[in-house]
Every structure is written in C-alpha cells, then in structure tokens.
C-alpha cells in the first residue's frame, strides 16, 4: 500500500471538479497472426498485467490518496463477430467502451474473431486513472513480443519506482515560484463560453472531423522548423488569437496536459504520466506572430522540465491557477496537438472519421464552470480533430469556432513575419467549409 502519484491525484481532483465522464478510457488495439491460439493470446495478456503492475492498481477504501497492487488477472474474453469484419467490429466496441468506467484493477481484453481466414484484433481497454495515452502503444509494443513468442524483463515494482520520483522541498519551492511569476496578471478565461444558471441542461458534446490530405500537416512542418518550436507551440499560439480575436481578451489561460516521463524505467512503464499544466497567453497585435510562437515554446518548456507537483498542489498555492480551475464562471480550455512524421499509426490505434455533434451525456460540474478541448492530429494523409464542449448544449459551436480560426491561420501566408492583428483577420476572410 503506497500514496497515490501526483498524476492520479490530479485526475481524481480534476474529474471531483469536472464531474465524470470527462476523461476517456485508453485503448490498444493489435491484430493477432493466425498461427497464435486463443490459450496463447490469454497467456500474453496475462504476462502483460504481470508486467505492469498499474494495470491491477486499485484505490484503497473510501479515501483516494491510497492505492494497492492487486493480483488479479485480465482474463481474455473471446467475441464471435459473426458476419461483421473484425476490424469494424473492434472500432466499434472501442466506441461502445471508451466512455465506459473501467475498473483499474482488472484490464479489458476481448479478441474479436470471425469465421474463416478473416484477420482476428485483440482490444485492450484501460481506465485513464492508471494509463495515459503513452500507455497504448507500450503495452501494444510488449503484447506483440509476447505474442511473438518473446519475453520481457520485469520493471521496477511500482512502490519503490513511486518513492524515487518523490520530489524535494526545494524542488517544490522552486516550481511554485515559476508559476507564480510566470501567471502574475494573467487571469482565467471566464464568461467566454455560453452559459446557463439553470445547469440541468448541461452536456457533454462532441464532434469528430476527418479531412482527407496532407496540406495541413506540410504547412505545419514548416512552420516547426522555420520557427524553432513545437508543433504544440504553433498550435497553441493560433489558439491563443482565436480566442484574442472573439473575446477581447489579451491575457489569458490555456491548459495542456504535459508528460511527466523522465527516465529509461518511466518510458518502458504503462501508467499515468500526465500533470494539467496552464498556458499564460499575451496578446499585442502589433507583435509579430512568430515572436508569440517563441514566447509560448518557452511557457510550455519551462512549465515541462518543473512539472512535479500534482494539480491540487498547484491550484492552491497559486490563485491564478486555482481560479482557472474552481473560480465561479471560469472556462476551462484545453489543447492536444500531435504532428506525426509518417503514416504508420495503424487504424486500430488512431481515431478517424468525421461526425455531427454527439452527446455523451450529462455535464454536471462541482461549480459554475465550463470544459472545452481542442485536439489536432496532422498526418501526411489527413487531418483529424475532436472538439469537445461541457456545458450549455450550444457551447460545442463556440468550441468549433475556434477550430475553424485555428485551421484557417495556419493557412495564411504571412505567418513567418506578419503580425498578430493581421493573422487575426484572416480568420474573418475564411469560410469553415473551404478550410484543408
């Protein structure tokens, strides 16, 4: 029995504030060669969950700051898909369970077959709790070497591993300091999204977007490398005038979840690696777009190197965070960019397709406040996003808007050198319906 990682007592904190349903379930999917039997599919998945002990942690009685390692088994559940192919049947499932609260200690596994030669998907499920989205694709890597008949070298037991990343009080001084300096005058978002004081009618929305073709991810890559920044931060510094441009505000914050992965041990382990991190955005329309992307790189990277501290920690002892977070009418607004070299990300572990507007359920917060995320994935073949709205029914379109903006600077021509204010009103020039 062993404290609970900063990671995980944020998420706890975070989804006390949020209410539940905010945070998706992590999935792995790989296909499973005709030669390996089910009883070998089963014992691979039982060396996995022997392997990374997070998969059978459990939080300790009624108090959240506890968890165990429990010995239970994974299992593997067989599914007969019948006449459906297996791979439409695995997408599926994945939808029909993503949203679903899974217990930590016991993984989800189903191999999903059908008649004949028809290629078999073995689907792994996970609570967010215990694994971020790093998570998936370690535990595909090490599934396909057990399944491949090899053997992995056991990890650091979790309490231990726990108990080495414990962090000093001057290292705790030091990154409360950074934040407090670095938000000074630089309040939450608040009253920017649409909002109610009925809250009965709030939900949680979501729309899915898939644009055939590369142009988004070549211009990006240009901008990474004329710029000297992240994907992220190119990303993000278009956000921050997207939300300059309709509301008014010059300082701001936005939020990003940051990897806490530190070390050949920490890389090689499924778990929850992730901290909630605020963004302070300043906005001067008369400086030059490309000044903005260096000043949110280096937001972002000093916030990274120092992030130790969980995000109840953080919200306490610093009263801008605190009141992004919990302040009455505040507007949670988060970013996930991910810029992939290749085209290598099989269809079973990459989100695709495009939707109207579907209501995941109730959004019922701990106060009056709002969610919203943005997530852009750019690859050589396509574009996918996902934004996402807790609160009033019509807060998903204030949440598109700000997606069309983003998407339609980052095909303006005068991003190297042209100013904030300029890049704005090419926003104002473009249509929703002729962005690439």
């Known amino acids: 029995m062993f404290p609970l990682a900063a990671e995980q007592s944020s998420m706890l904190f975070l989804e006390g504030l949020f209410g539940p349903g905010i945070f998706h379930n992590v999935s792995m999917g790989t296909p499973v060669a005709a030669g390996v039997g089910a009883a070998e599919v089963a014992a691979a998945v039982d060396r996995l969950s022997s392997r990374h002990e997070l998969l059978r942690s459990t939080s300790v009685g009624s108090w959240s700051g506890v968890q165990a390692v429990r010995q239970a088994s994974p299992g593997l559940v067989r599914v007969a ?31 999903l077959e059908a008649d004949g030669d028809t290629p078999r998907y073995l689907l792994g499920m996970f609570a967010h709790l215990v694994c971020d989205g790093q998570s998936a694709a370690i535990l595909k890597d090490d599934l396909n070497s057990l399944l491949a008949g090899g053997e992995l070298t056991p990890l650091v037991p979790l309490a231990e591993f726990w108990k080495s990343r414990e962090i000093t009080d001057q290292a705790r001084a030091a990154e409360l300091r950074h934040w407090r300096s670095a938000l000074s005058g630089c309040p939450p978002i608040d009253s920017f999204m649409p909002r109610s004081a009925d809250r009965s009618g709030y939900v949680r929305s979501q729309v899915d977007r898939e644009t055939p073709g590369g142009g988004a991810h070549a211009v990006l890559r240009v901008l990474v490398e004329d710029l000297r920044a992240t994907a992220f931060s190119v990303v993000a510094a278009l956000l921050a005038v997207a939300v300059w441009r309709r509301s008014g505000r010059t300082a701001f914050l936005l939020h990003t979840p940051v990897s806490t992965r530190r070390g050949d041990t920490a890389r090689a382990m499924a778990g929850n690696f992730v901290l909630d991190r605020p963004i302070p955005c300043r906005i001067d329309p008369d400086q030059r777009f490309a000044d903005l992307v260096r000043r949110v790189h280096a937001d972002v990277f000093n916030g990274l190197r120092r992030a130790g501290l969980s995000v109840p920690e953080l919200a306490c002892a610093v009263p801008e965070y605190g009141g992004a977070l919990a302040g009455e009418g505040a507007d949670y607004l988060q970013l996930h960019v991910d810029l992939q070299s290749g085209d290598g990300v099989e269809a079973v572990n990459s989100p695709g397709g495009s939707t109207g507007v579907v209501r995941l359920g109730k959004f019922e917060p701990a106060g009056d406040i709002t ?54 009103q090419a926003a104002d020039r473009a249509r929703k319906d002729e962005i690439v």
């Open 81 to 111: 898909t019948g006449a459906e192919d297996p791979l439409d049947s695995f997408v599926r499932r994945r939808n029909e369970l993503h949203n679903v609260p899974l217990d930590p200690e016991r993984a989800r596994f189903e191999l």
């Open 371 to 424: 969610v919203s995320t943005l997530r852009f994935r750019f690859s050589e073949s396509r574009l996918f996003t996902r934004t996402f709205s807790g609160g009033p029914p019509e807060g998903i379109e204030r949440v598109e808007e700000l997606r069309a903006d983003v998407l339609a600077m980052l095909h303006a021509t005068d991003l190297h050198e042209g100013a904030v204010g300029a890049l704005a």
